[in-house]
């Protein structure tokens, strides 16, 4: 008789396990692609072979309508994909040109024609990940900050660097006010429960969600963590989480679109992503802490602390040095890719 795998066989199998080349091109980039860093890890994600390469589309099925409720995080969710699966194209020899297409919900196309080199920022791909744990509080080296700006530097994405510990503290400000508001709104609460995973068992058969493991919080049926957070997850709490761990992070990381629209926030996407991946090079931790720019009521007072006028900040990450944490897991590939007019 056989069952699931262990959590910890899941986990190799998300991200050690790459397609043969037998499988075929797709597999192999899709494969890449779906270990991209994502809002909720919902994976919102479709892909699909085009004429010309492969396309990204929105999986509104997966959407977050309370914590995102116009798709902002889910449309840099797809830069983040595309990104990876713009570098594992170069890895294997292939030019990928993004661009973003207007048409119905709007997609990502990827053509794959010409040649294309390795980028170094491919081989952290199988190593990246958020986390969601407290950091040492060591500063990062000026050259690595540099190193950092450089991989983020794209076209429509400004990124932010804060690493002063009074403006530290005013943003942290503004993460409470937010944080607060999310936690007090029985809506947002019930989303989030929708896809926290408090057993390895129920974070194995789903392949998506918050396994509680990956950000420090003990494990226990999934009955009994369903009970036991509506005692827990209280404001006060998660606000002295928060507090701590970016007072324990070494800065902070805020990007900044051009423009407020689907394209732009794919870009964000995309900059974050090559962020996240340099980070890991350099042996830097990451995580999100985006309840400023989730919030309408205190994104505009973010943007004014940010210096950026009425343009708006699209995520917010903290970053510095710690032990790396559990991995999450993904989907398999098969159930990401769709067929020609599905």
């Known amino acids: 008789m056989t069952g699931r795998p262990s959590y910890d066989d899941a986990v190799r199998s998300t991200w050690d396990d790459v397609p043969a080349s037998g499988d075929g091109e797709m597999a192999y980039l899709v494969h890449h692609a779906r270990l991209a860093a994502n809002s909720h ?15 990204i589309r929105p999986d509104f099925r ?13 449309f840099a969710s797809l830069g983040c994909a595309a990104e990876n699966l713009s570098l594992a194209a170069g890895a294997a020899g292939k030019a990928a040109a993004i661009a973003f297409e207007n048409g119905g919900d709007g997609h990502i196309a990827i053509d794959l024609a ?6 170094p ?9 958020c986390t969601r744990s407290d950091y040492d509080g060591k500063p990062v080296s ?81 009955w009994l963590g369903n009970t036991v957070f509506g005692f827990v997850f209280k404001p006060e709490a998660e606000n002295d989480r928060y507090a ?3 007072r324990s992070s070494s800065g902070l990381a805020v990007f900044a679109s051009e423009k407020n629209d689907k394209q732009h926030w794919v870009q964000a996407g995309r900059s974050y992503q090559r962020f996240a991946l340099q980070a890991t090079t350099l042996g830097i931790r990451i995580a999100f802490v985006n309840q400023p720019v989730e919030v309408d009521s205190v994104r505009p007072e973010f943007a004014k602390l940010l210096g950026i006028g009425t343009r708006r900040p699209d ?11 559990p991995k999450s897991l993904r989907r398999p590939v098969k159930d990401v890719i769709v067929q020609a007019g599905s």
């Open 41 to 55: 890890n919902t994976q919102p994600w479709l892909f699909g072979g085009t004429a010309q390469g492969m396309s």
């Open 62 to 74: 997966r959407a977050t309508p309370v914590v995102d409720p116009d798709s902002h995080h889910l």
């Open 114 to 119: 010409g040649s294309g080199t390795r980028d």
């Open 121 to 129: 920022l491919f081989d952290a791909i199988a190593e990246r990940q």
């Open 142 to 222: 000026t050259e690595n900050l540099k190193l950092l700006a450089e991989a983020a530097k794209l076209d429509g994405s400004e990124l932010l660097i804060i690493t002063d510990r009074a403006k530290m503290e005013q943003v942290l400000e503004q993460v409470i006010a937010a944080n607060t508001m999310q936690v007090e709104d029985p809506a947002f609460t019930a989303e989030l429960k929708s896809w926290l995973r408090f057993s390895a068992a129920r974070a194995v058969a789903s392949g998506d969600g918050l396994y509680a493991a990956c950000s420090s919080n003990p494990t226990m049926p999934q």
């Open 244 to 246: 701590r761990q970016i």
């Open 315 to 325: 995520l917010v990450v903290r970053f510095g040095h710690a032990p790396a944490m």
